[in-house]
């Protein structure tokens, strides 16, 4: 069983940076497609950004390219999300997901994903 959990989340002013881990359990997560998903109140879950196993194939939601970057440090067995010129509409819970087994559909879609983590709140301020 593979368990993630996210650590990094706050409360941080518009303009500033944060960065999210996240950090598994349980198999190694070179072997895992990796995303990081978010939900603000009263929203649906949204994707934000994907790294294939390669690490070469990054996959960004528009909102979100240029500012944020995802990597991974199979030696920790831990992936990152580096949130540079946050903005209010960057507040939401941050999701962390893997995907093990046969790489098919899409990983800007939740469904895509085996295992979650439980979320870290992400708060901004104007």
């Known amino acids: 069983q593979v368990q993630l959990v996210e650590s990094g989340g706050g409360l941080v002013q518009a303009g500033g940076s944060l960065r999210l881990s996240c950090a598994a359990s349980g198999r190694t997560l070179s072997s895992s497609v990796m995303g990081w998903f978010r939900q603000a109140p009263g929203k649906e879950r949204e994707f934000v950004v994907a790294?294939?196993?390669?690490?070469?194939?990054?996959y960004y939601a528009e909102s979100v390219k240029g500012r944020f970057t995802i990597s991974r440090d199979n030696a920790k067995n831990t992936v990152y999300l580096q949130m540079n010129r946050l903005n209010p509409e960057d507040t939401a819970v941050y999701y962390c997901?893997?995907?093990?087994?046969?790489?098919?559909?899409?990983?800007?879609?939740?469904?895509?994903?085996?295992?979650w983590g439980q979320g870290t709140q992400v708060t901004v301020s104007s």
């Open positions: 790294i294939k196993r390669s690490d070469s194939d990054t």
């Open positions: 997901a893997a995907r093990y087994g046969l790489d098919y559909g899409s990983p800007r879609l939740w469904t895509y994903y085996n295992y």
